[in-house]
């Protein structure tokens, strides 16, 4: 990181996040310790076949269990439908179709007695058959899930630039296959939760893990029948997003109607197993992908076919095409390509957003495959990569436009911090031992500053200084553990020249703050931060001009330094903000130091072929992996990570740090250990003994490094690193793992029993 | 009320209270159902003499306990003094000065265990003299109460103007008189309260009952060492105020220091003992007036020497002469009038701020006084009061400027709907039975717009219309039961155009709220109000502005009614303020409608002779009250009350009327039944039980009417009628008890033994 490139003061200070005190002492209060007085549990039972016509509930069972206080049935409740493809309800009153679907809910004292209550809730279900491959569910005549549609097709995408014919045509080689990414869960530590309660006047407060508090308002209010403007969203602290809060799912509608039916206040919070089986997963996806290169390595085109596993509802999962033809068309600079996604219905669970939003799926085939590529045309990886990489002010065949753009950087920063090719040489000439070395590299490229999904795409700020000099910053955006908070503040401190340490930060009431879509697309730093600036940029002025007439100075000669107003040619401290504030309240002016902002980022709506600039800016990474492969067991222990992020100009260092240590744990969990496994619509391993969570104790060492570039539009040159860290681990780690093994595996995850039989059976997926 | 005055909508609209439906349902939370995770739980010991030596503290006995987590002693705390005075500590180390001094306290896991940790802890007297009569504390060589001090005199005040020598000769009728006002209390039916809670950082959250929480953050943090921006209050919501919340009380920083010692967060709770006994009381006075006047009735001078028994510690009680001198240079025309305060220390109880502060005390020997100058000189109590009273424009005295003022049409509309010309006819007749009629009448005069005692008396506000047309409405003000929250969304609203039932007013946490001095000196809807008008009225521009962007019409051309934009020359709907906010997060513009808005009223600080506009503007009321009295059970019965008030224009006639009846009530105990013992520095009556409140079956009818002067500088003409309700309600009651029974009473309260055995012995007070 240089020195030189940041400004003095807030911004590029490795500070600990605001809440870490409050986090690591346990104060702070997750959803699980909002009580409420006279407040209910509730509990959700849930379809026990995948595919089944409901013949009957008898809840009378419940009913008679002490301390039960309403049981409620897909009779009893709205079935307005929800979701991001409007094909869910909050209770199913004729069918289940996954395994997911609530059948009925109770509200009663404790949880225990909810929980009991489910349990005693008999349903008679008429068992119909079901569908579980989405390769199945895709053919002409397959058993529907949904009778009333005409075909299992959710959703389907086309995109192309260029002429891919031409590009094939050009080509001095082409390799194609086929790579197969599995289910996995976001595993949040805090599991899910809301706790509903309405006033007297029939207002309804939700204390809520939405990641998107505004438009959950909207959403919800058609659901339940609330109007908007009576619903008020309280976010409790979060443990753990990742996506998975992006969506409102049942079990949030059916605590409001317990609340609804019991006139008391209802809380309902997953057990660990629920947030297993009944959170959405990351989308699973088959990928046919093939591409061309002439012989000096210029990529020449690129055509991928994808075929989704939609499950039965649809969710944000079935979005995640829009993500990844973002990287299929624009990663490298590809002159023809092509994007084909189907989204198919089956009786599986369904998905939902997560973490790099499609992107882990969609970097997969690409880098894996560019190292066959570069393989066949014997280049090395590291150079066929910088030959297509970007340049700054370049404009994709999408018309994502890169106006800061490190990613050759990143690549030869990678390279160096790695000592690539002295180890590329040496584990060439690996020995005959059962443990085996690699090394591999892959990048990506990421929306760094939103994605205009939605008409806006932008954020409002209040800021307030008082009279004792302390900031108030209340922002639409959302924390949901990423640190954003630490960020705006430090982006506004930088700007008002007043402490991090004199801020507060408001973001968790809708009634409090102004409008924001949410926390989603790596999108906070960069337009809440320009929205925290542009406040923070109109109160040091006000307070400038106030301090100017204060002390008969002209303003121009006066700046804000550490809370001081001081004389800008020597830095004589003059007087400070309390009291200029203090005076502008008792004496001179009369006036509030309190101002308004609101950024919307210069990006677009793309058009109906899926073209233009969806975000302001873009994030790149390298990641490089080096690994030991025990062919023998099929362990595999990576041995240090290189990551390399070109984020613009790092706000926090230690926050951004923090994101790549997690981003990559993920990274290798997704590769090597983690896998939600489902067989006929059940999830079979749901608990931390079964799933396989990347720990501490694996982890490699992680060199971090920053290739800082400075957006022109990103607040101090800020762009987004929310989701990139978790992107491009697993094909650098299969990359590294070809090189140490000569097995290229195409499909996830890579666990021992599995790498160890291929290895022995001679046969890999090639 | 004429309904001609009112504009349509929004103000004028008899609508409950925003918050009523939870209160009436219980739901609402009062600082006893505030509870954190870990909490403790504290209890004060407080002194059993009223003045003494503190020997020796032995604590063992209660850090023993079992579930005692933390016992403090004078020895453990700062001794920062504080308080208004300046001459109170949280703990006192070495003497105690009354019995309500703080001598230790304890923190434990229930308030059983402290309360009984309390009784075990040995506290060591050394009992000295104490002194509790003001008259004989004020002579020359009297017991100290400290000994550092030369006598026992705390303040004293004195302001005059015109020449009263010059007066007195003018006078063809003086009377004279010695009043005395003895001690009521507040009797909140929610008891006092706070909840302390450090951060990890050391930062304090209290969660407090306090009317005003700006200036309450600032000196809590000279008294708790706790830098103010690291202090948050978070008002809970208050069950009853009365003034008794304006100052800080010991129990208050011995929360944070047991919160401190422990580590854990502390609620200490007052109950309804604690609440009779260590409450502030009503300042209790002793008032020599002289009076006089011509032959026609004109008032020539009038002086006035009080004393005030201060107690042993100095809160708000002391400041009252402030306000009483108001009301006796200023309440009707006097020409030459002088006022002397002496404030004395002894070893009873203090008085804070009560509802009228001071001005109940001074109205009484005034209004009183006024009937007997009118029968010295042979003219109707009414006549003589219209021929004195004030008329708009006026400037008293001392330097009010009555801006609007309505004193005459009060006077003559109580007499008119009381029949009080008939009814003094009828009764002056009255006959030998025991139970004998009278009707009497006293007006008042009252700030109504607040009282610049601050270099400040402003009010910031912050106000969002959101993408659902609802309205958010940050204010500074505070409140505490008295509806300013749906009178300043009645402002809002009314200057808006949009209807009040989409308006949330948030106003209890000093992390969110603007700048503003408190509840106090009847100010909030005058300030707060025109603060709210003030912010509402730029949102309405920003909002008729983007409307006419949006539809390509000229801004002039649109209104906004209940939420919709409309053109004005036909009121056709043509979109929703919902939809242009939308429509400028979204697509045009891009800006979120949060305007800010600061008011300071146009009034001043007085001089050092107590002379100039204090307030930007003043109330005004006459009561006339019918009793009967039964002479020989001494008991009153008062068989209507005819309230008219001048609060300017009335924006919310059902919260108005509330404010009177409760004031009517207040003033009904004031004067007959409420009376808080004190013997030997000692509160004997501390319960409800023994205290008597004047109960809903006892009220009388009560005909409340409005004389709506329309205040030039008051938001849509409203000024303050938080205190004047209870003001004048006391003379009145004495004026008719001498007419019924001629004996003219010049202390309170008339309870029945007192009045039955004074008039058995055929002697009054006269």
């Given at each position: 990181m240089s020195e030189s490139t940041r400004p003095r003061g807030a911004v590029g200070a490795p500070i600990p996040k605001l809440d870490a005190p409050e986090r690591v002492t346990g104060r702070i209060r997750y959803i699980h310790e909002i009580g409420l007085p006279r407040m209910l549990h509730g509990a959700v039972l849930r379809?026990?076949?995948?595919?089944?016509?409901?013949?009957?509930?008898?809840?009378?069972?419940?009913?008679?269990?002490?301390?039960?206080?309403?049981?409620?049935?897909?009779?009893?409740?709205?079935?307005?439908?929800?979701?991001?493809?409007?094909?869910?309800?909050?209770?199913?009153?004729?069918?289940?179709?996954?395994?997911?679907?609530?059948?009925?809910?109770?509200?009663?004292?404790?949880?225990?007695?909810?929980?009991?209550?489910?349990?005693?809730?008999?349903?008679?279900?008429?068992?119909?058959?079901?569908?579980?491959?989405?390769?199945?569910?895709?053919?002409?005549?397959?058993?529907?899930?949904?009778?009333?549609r005409e075909d299992n097709l959710a959703f389907n995408y086309h995109y192309d630039h260029g002429d891919v014919a031409a590009g094939e045509a050009e080509s001095d080689a082409v390799v194609e296959g086929t790579y197969r990414l599995h289910y996995v869960t976001h595993a949040c530590l805090g599991t899910s939760g809301i706790v509903a309660a309405f006033d007297s006047d029939g207002r309804l407060t939700l204390h809520s893990v939405t990641q998107v508090p505004f438009l959950y308002r909207r959403d919800?209010?058609?659901?339940?029948?609330?109007?908007?403007?009576?619903?008020?969203?309280?976010?409790?602290?979060?443990?753990?997003?990742?996506?998975?809060?992006?969506?409102?799912?049942?079990?949030?509608?059916?605590?409001i109607f317990l609340a609804r039916a019991t006139g008391?206040?209802?809380?309902?919070?997953?057990?660990?197993g629920e947030e297993f089986r009944d959170s959405p997963t990351r989308q699973p996806a088959i990928v046919h992908l093939r591409s061309g290169a002439r012989r000096d390595g210029t990529l020449t085109f690129r055509t991928a076919r994808l075929l989704l596993d939609n499950g039965a509802h649809t969710s944000w999962g079935a979005t995640t095409p829009f993500v990844m033809m973002q990287t299929f068309s624009s990663l490298y600079r590809v002159p023809h390509a092509a994007f084909d996604a189907e989204v198919v219905y089956t009786h599986n669970p369904y998905a939902g957003s997560f973490r790099g939003y499609g992107n882990l799926q969609a970097t997969f085939p690409i880098e894996v495959q560019l190292d066959e590529l570069a393989e066949s045309l014997g280049i090395d990886p590291l150079e066929l990569r910088l030959r297509n990489a970007q340049v700054p002010g370049e404009?994709?065949?999408?018309?994502?436009?890169?106006?800061?753009?490190?990613?050759?950087?990143?690549?030869?920063?990678?390279?160096?911090?790695?000592?690539?090719?002295?180890?590329?040489?040496?584990?060439?000439?690996?020995?005959?031992?059962?443990?085996?070395?690699?090394?591999?590299?892959?990048?990506?490229?990421?929306?760094?500053?939103g994605a205009k999904i939605y008409h806006s795409d932008g954020c409002g700020t209040v800021l307030t200084v008082d009279d004792f000099g302390s900031v108030t910053l209340v922002t639409g955006a959302t924390e949901i553990g990423q640190?954003?908070?630490?960020?705006?503040?430090?982006?506004?401190?930088?700007?008002?020249?007043?402490?991090?340490?004199?801020?507060?930060?408001?973001?968790?009431?809708?009634?409090?703050?102004?409008?924001?879509?949410?926390?989603?697309?790596?999108?906070?730093?960069?337009?809440?931060?320009?929205?925290?600036?542009?406040?923070?940029?109109?109160?040091?002025?006000?307070l400038l001009d106030a301090a100017a007439e204060q002390l008969g100075v002209p303003a121009g000669d006066l700046e804000i330094r550490d809370g001081d107003v001081v004389r800008a040619s020597d830095g004589k401290v003059l007087?400070?903000?309390?009291?200029?504030?203090?005076?502008?309240?008792?004496?001179?002016?009369?006036?509030?130091?309190?101002?308004?902002?609101?950024?919307?980022?210069?990006?677009?709506?793309?058009?109906?072929?899926?073209?233009?600039?969806?975000?302001?800016?873009?994030?790149?990474?390298?990641?490089?992996?080096?690994?030991?492969?025990?062919?023998?067991?099929?362990?595999?222990?990576?041995?240090?990570?290189?990551?390399?992020?070109?984020?613009?100009?790092?706000?926090?260092?230690?926050?951004?740090?923090?994101?790549?240590?997690?981003?990559?744990?993920?990274?290798?969990?997704?590769?090597?250990?983690?896998?939600?496994?489902?067989?006929?619509?059940?999830?079979?391993?749901?608990?931390?003994?079964?799933?396989?969570?990347?720990?501490?104790?694996?982890m490699p060492e992680v060199d971090v490094r920053w290739v800082e570039t400075a957006d022109p539009d990103g607040p101090f040159g800020a762009k987004g690193i929310?989701?990139?860290?978790?992107?491009?681990?697993?094909?650098?780690?299969?990359?590294?793992?070809?090189?140490?093994?000569?097995?290229?595996?195409?499909?996830?995850?890579?666990r021992p029993e599995r790498v160890a039989l291929e290895l022995a059976r001679g046969e890999g997926e090639e």
């Amino acid at each position: 990181m240089s020195e030189s490139t940041r400004p003095r003061g807030a911004v590029g200070a490795p500070i600990p996040k605001l809440d870490a005190p409050e986090r690591v002492t346990g104060r702070i209060r997750y959803i699980h310790e909002i009580g409420l007085p006279r407040m209910l549990h509730g509990a959700v039972l849930r379809a026990e076949v995948p595919h089944a016509r409901i013949v009957r509930v008898d809840t009378s069972r419940a009913l008679s269990l002490p301390g039960v206080r309403a049981v409620l049935t897909g009779a009893d409740v709205p079935l307005v439908p929800f979701g991001h493809g409007r094909d869910n309800t909050a209770l199913k009153a004729d069918f289940v179709r996954c395994i997911r679907d609530e059948v009925a809910a109770v509200a009663a004292d404790t949880e225990e007695i909810a929980r009991e209550a489910c349990r005693r809730i008999r349903v008679e279900y008429e068992p119909l058959p079901a569908i579980f491959d989405p390769e199945e569910a895709a053919r002409p005549g397959a058993l529907r899930v949904w009778p009333e549609r005409e075909d299992n097709l959710a959703f389907n995408y086309h995109y192309d630039h260029g002429d891919v014919a031409a590009g094939e045509a050009e080509s001095d080689a082409v390799v194609e296959g086929t790579y197969r990414l599995h289910y996995v869960t976001h595993a949040c530590l805090g599991t899910s939760g809301i706790v509903a309660a309405f006033d007297s006047d029939g207002r309804l407060t939700l204390h809520s893990v939405t990641q998107v508090p505004f438009l959950y308002r909207r959403d919800m209010s058609r659901i339940v029948g609330v109007p908007p403007e009576h619903i008020r969203v309280i976010q409790a602290a979060i443990g753990g997003g990742f996506g998975s809060k992006l969506d409102i799912y049942p079990y949030e509608p059916i605590a409001i109607f317990l609340a609804r039916a019991t006139g008391r206040p209802v809380r309902i919070l997953f057990d660990r197993g629920e947030e297993f089986r009944d959170s959405p997963t990351r989308q699973p996806a088959i990928v046919h992908l093939r591409s061309g290169a002439r012989r000096d390595g210029t990529l020449t085109f690129r055509t991928a076919r994808l075929l989704l596993d939609n499950g039965a509802h649809t969710s944000w999962g079935a979005t995640t095409p829009f993500v990844m033809m973002q990287t299929f068309s624009s990663l490298y600079r590809v002159p023809h390509a092509a994007f084909d996604a189907e989204v198919v219905y089956t009786h599986n669970p369904y998905a939902g957003s997560f973490r790099g939003y499609g992107n882990l799926q969609a970097t997969f085939p690409i880098e894996v495959q560019l190292d066959e590529l570069a393989e066949s045309l014997g280049i090395d990886p590291l150079e066929l990569r910088l030959r297509n990489a970007q340049v700054p002010g370049e404009v994709t065949g999408q018309g994502l436009v890169f106006q800061s753009c490190g990613l050759a950087e990143c690549l030869r920063t990678a390279a160096a911090a790695s000592g690539w090719e002295e180890k590329r040489r040496a584990y060439a000439q690996a020995g005959e031992g059962p443990l085996r070395r690699g090394i591999g590299m892959a990048s990506m490229v990421h929306t760094g500053g939103g994605a205009k999904i939605y008409h806006s795409d932008g954020c409002g700020t209040v800021l307030t200084v008082d009279d004792f000099g302390s900031v108030t910053l209340v922002t639409g955006a959302t924390e949901i553990g990423q640190g954003s908070e630490t960020v705006l503040a430090q982006i506004a401190a930088e700007e008002l020249g007043i402490p991090v340490d004199r801020f507060t930060v408001v973001n968790s009431d809708t009634q409090v703050k102004p409008w924001d879509v949410g926390v989603h697309a790596s999108r906070t730093t960069f337009i809440a931060g320009n929205a925290a600036r542009m406040a923070a940029n109109k109160a040091r002025r006000k307070l400038l001009d106030a301090a100017a007439e204060q002390l008969g100075v002209p303003a121009g000669d006066l700046e804000i330094r550490d809370g001081d107003v001081v004389r800008a040619s020597d830095g004589k401290v003059l007087t400070d903000v309390g009291r200029v504030v203090r005076k502008l309240h008792f004496a001179t002016r009369y006036d509030v130091v309190t101002t308004t902002a609101y950024y919307e980022p210069p990006s677009a709506m793309q058009d109906p072929g899926f073209k233009g600039n969806v975000s302001p800016t873009y994030s790149f990474a390298t990641h490089v992996v080096e690994v030991e492969v025990d062919v023998e067991t099929g362990v595999i222990r990576p041995l240090r990570v290189t990551a390399v992020h070109d984020a613009g100009r790092v706000i926090n260092p230690l926050g951004a740090l923090g994101q790549v240590e997690g981003g990559v744990a993920m990274g290798l969990g997704y590769a090597m250990t983690e896998d939600l496994v489902i067989r006929e619509g059940r999830v079979l391993n749901g608990s931390f003994r079964d799933y396989k969570l990347f720990t501490a104790p694996e982890m490699p060492e992680v060199d971090v490094r920053w290739v800082e570039t400075a957006d022109p539009d990103g607040p101090f040159g800020a762009k987004g690193i929310g989701e990139a860290p978790a992107i491009c681990i697993a094909p650098a780690v299969v990359n590294a793992v070809y090189q140490a093994t000569g097995r290229r595996f195409r499909s996830l995850p890579l666990r021992p029993e599995r790498v160890a039989l291929e290895l022995a059976r001679g046969e890999g997926e090639e």
